[in-house]
């Protein structure tokens, strides 16, 4: 066998090239940092239970043996998750992990888990940092985290520097991207520094996969030399990280292999390469950018992510849960708030209970499906499912602590108190559930708190006055202050009219609307008061379903969104639409066709209101065959001219052709090279709304889904914008022992249509109230003695383009954190009222820490809302 020193000579030839006049090597004297960690799914490779015995077993308890037995032995765990598990089997080693994390030689990423960044809201976003870096913190005291891994997701949403950067977390380690450093911008101007090894086993694969270790040494030459003149350009220190990562692999002991490198590079080659060394990304990252010299490349915008199918269509009932989760959650919080706030007391507020319910809301990651996809996918809709329930029963537990503070007309036998967890008031239907059981044959009417009647209809069950009847009616609650409440009283009256004089179709008019109903879905709708026809009907109707072939994993090794196809295409207007209208009243019109398919039956429902200008379309999949390769979407298409898409993200809004990071991905490896420019990438993952305008005009619509298209995706498809929720697809995992996601069974969406002038600016609110409803308590106003007014608000912002998203209790004691965000991009002066007074006002980062005093009024403070800025303070009331 060749002696090392031979190898590394010719290695050095390799990298240096002949013996001539050359340039110094550029990592000569620097150093090769091996960043030792294990890219860890929460599942993907067995089920949970399986690889958290795996992360245990074969993961972290060697690299603490390790640690123990090396001095320089370095190991970095990508998440905090893994941390919880470990210290949930092993408590005992715990005083181990502390020793070497103070010593800077074991590392966990500063987030709980790796998620699809998009796929969650903006606060869910940041509870991965509470429950990554400040868990972290607490558990772990003297220690820092300050790098966050997502190695394996191909998407980086436009506000997650921001959050990471406030979070008190610089650096971000990702893949699936060009190799390189980077700052990766959020459009506030805050940033995080990037490293991409371009895909993350790439130099693991390549070097640990050598035949020799004189081999391994000359591609680990060859791997500094593809990097010097990337280096020189940026005046980048000779420091190479190193990434060492597969999936699910063991800790790597490379010490003998280091000790015969460096003792080479120490005997004096005059073309020596550079030192090898055990670190953590955060010590290596540290040291590249120690001088403040180094230039790195910067990126500023959304990545959007090209696995977005594998979560929300393939995952629907997981996704719905889990996105109303986070809005009980927040809505919950606030309310929470105020209750203790109103009682002077923090005591009963659940702590705890939110805490439980925030890990289950963020605890799915990016691994859905994969080896035993079955018992994961249930696992991981059973956290989306735990937290919706817990979030719904903590919400209605604090409004009716609210209500029952409220100093109610007595005159009247039952009090509705209807509550608004937005920060703008808000008009909007309520719907309302009473249980008549013991009163069979009393009637109702509905009156505010000043005498006037107010018109409501029954929905659903119509009222028939039997014993044990639950009756469900809905009403327009007017003008609800942000952020409060308003009451209403129910007191003895008539029946009012029900479904007995039918509306009339196929053609209705309100005061907004014409709307003309067809093969399909909507042929029409005329905007009255814009004069303006919002439905180009040429190839599909508003609303109207259609089905697609497939065909596709979701994730995997491909470079761009894998798109439907049109074997087995079929649509709504292929048959005879017989639209009937099954409710009317004072309130809303629903009209509705059915229509067997054969994957499904389709049920169609358009409801329109006499007094809220808005459009609801109501979808039902019923008893869906589960035909694997199957795709459901509606169509909008939207009547303009070279119209805008505009959809929110967590904590902003992306703009299509605007706000997307500027050309491709790049190259991840030498067979999977992402040269879609990101502009061109669709469908998309959406938050609670998506746009189409001209400027002048546009129409928005609230969204039940998390994924959504406009280009249409059919045969010669039309050149104008269709606005596309993507419902539900039925494909399979990637793993070559993944599930199929077939989802058999019903499905229900709703969707809510507002048609405004301008652009986005002016539909953001409504479509963010659509899936954020108004919420309704029943009260027994003889059973209490309330001091609050019969309306109120908690707090009032008022800012351009600013919106809360949570008030909550500070984590380390009882003062009181606001968090919010600018999302209309301009500077704005916003000012905050709170109901209670103020004692001190502090600004912190994201996760509430670094305190920096701020003035306040009696009552409120104003801020400088910088354009695009989350901002988080921390409020001291007075008791």
Partial sequence: MKSYLAVCFAAVLLYGGSAQAQETPYFKGGKIYIVNSSHQDIAWMDSPEACIRFRDEQMITP????????????????????????????PDRHADIL????????????????????????????????????????????????????????????????ILA?????????????????NWFSPDGSFVKIWSPGQYYNTTAYIAGAPTEEVRTERLAGYLKDFETY??????????????????????????????????????????????????????????????????????????????????????????????????????????????????TFSDYPDK???????????????????????????????????????????DRSLTAIASRIRFNKAYMQAVTVFNPQSWERTDPVVLTLDVEGQPNTHYKLIDANGNEIPYQFTDCPYTGNKDEVITLTFVAEKVPALGYKTYYLAEGELPAGNTVPAAIPVYENKYYRLVLGNGGIESLYDKELKKEFVRNEKFSGG????????????????????????????????NSSWQCIETGAVRDVFQTVQPLKETQAVLRIIMYKTVKRVDVEVDLNRFNG?????????????????????????????????????????????????????????????????????????????DVAVFDWIDPTDHPADYVILQPILLASRKSCHGRGNYYLQPGNHHYRFSIYTHTGDWRNGYRRGTQGHQSLKAVVSDTRKQQGFLPEQQSFGTLTGQGAVVSTIKKCEDDDSVILRYYNIEGNDAEVTFNLFKDIQSLSHTNMIEEEP????????????KLGHHAIETFKIETKK
């Fill in 63 to 90: 690299a603490l043996k390790h640690l123990s037995e090396s001095e320089r032995f370095c190991f970095s765990v990508e998440d905090a998750l893994s941390l919880r598990e470990y210290l949930e089997r092993h």
């Fill in 99 to 162: 020793k070497y994390t103070q010593e800077g030689r074991l590392e966990w990423g500063a987030t709980n888990k790796q998620p699809y960044p998009s796929m969650y809201d903006g606060e869910a976003l940041i509870r991965q940092t509470y429950f990554g870096r400040k868990w972290l913190q607490k558990v772990l005291p003297g220690c820092d985290f300050r790098t966050a891994y997502n190695e394996d997701v191909p998407g980086v949403a436009m506000q997650l520097p921001q």
């Fill in 166 to 182: 406030k979070s008190g977390i610089p650096y971000y380690q990702i893949s699936r991207f060009q190799p390189g450093f980077y």
């Fill in 231 to 344: 280096y020189r350009e940026r005046n980048i220190p000779p420091i190479r990280f190193m990434l060492y990562s597969l999936d699910a692999n063991e800790p790597t002991d490379w010490d003998t292999y280091m000790d015969g490198w460096n003792s080479e590079v120490n005997g004096g080659n005059p073309k020596g390469l550079p030192y090898i060394a055990y670190s953590t990304a955060t010590k290596v990252m540290d040291e590249i950018t120690a001088n403040g010299n180094a230039k790195f490349d910067e990126r500023r915008g959304e990545r959007p992510n090209v696995w977005l199918y594998i979560h929300g269509p393939t995952h629907q009932r997981a996704m719905k849960a889990g996105r109303e989760a986070s809005r009980l959650l927040t809505a919950a919080e606030k309310f929470s708030t105020f209750s203790a706030l109103v009682e002077n």
């Fill in 353 to 395: 209970e939110l805490t439980e319910a925030w890990e289950a809301a963020i605890y799915p990651d990016h691994g859905w499906g994969g080896n035993k996809g079955v018992i994961t996918d249930r696992y991981f809709r059973d956290k989306f499912e735990f937290a919706r329930d817990r979030g719904q029963a903590l919400l």
């Fill in 544 to 575: 109207e379903l259609f089905t697609m072939q497939s065909v596709g994993t979701g994730a995997g090794e491909f470079t761009d969104v894998e798109k439907p196809t049109m074997e087995g295409f079929d649509q709504l207007r292929n048959y």
């Fill in 627 to 703: 035909e694997n390769w199957r795709e459901f979407r509606l169509a909008f298409p939207v009547n303009m001219q070279k119209a805008k898409v505009s959809y929110e993200v967590p904590m902003g809004v992306i703009e299509v052709g605007k706000d997307e990071m500027e050309g491709a991905a790049g190259y991840a490896r030498s067979t999977l090279i992402y040269d879609t420019p990101c502009k061109d990438i669709h469908p998309r993952e959406v938050q609670d709304w998506f746009t189409a305008s001209d400027g002048k005009t546009g129409l928005t619509v609230s969204s």
């Fill in 852 to 863: 920096s005093a701020l003035q306040s009024a009696q009552s409120g403070f104003s801020y």
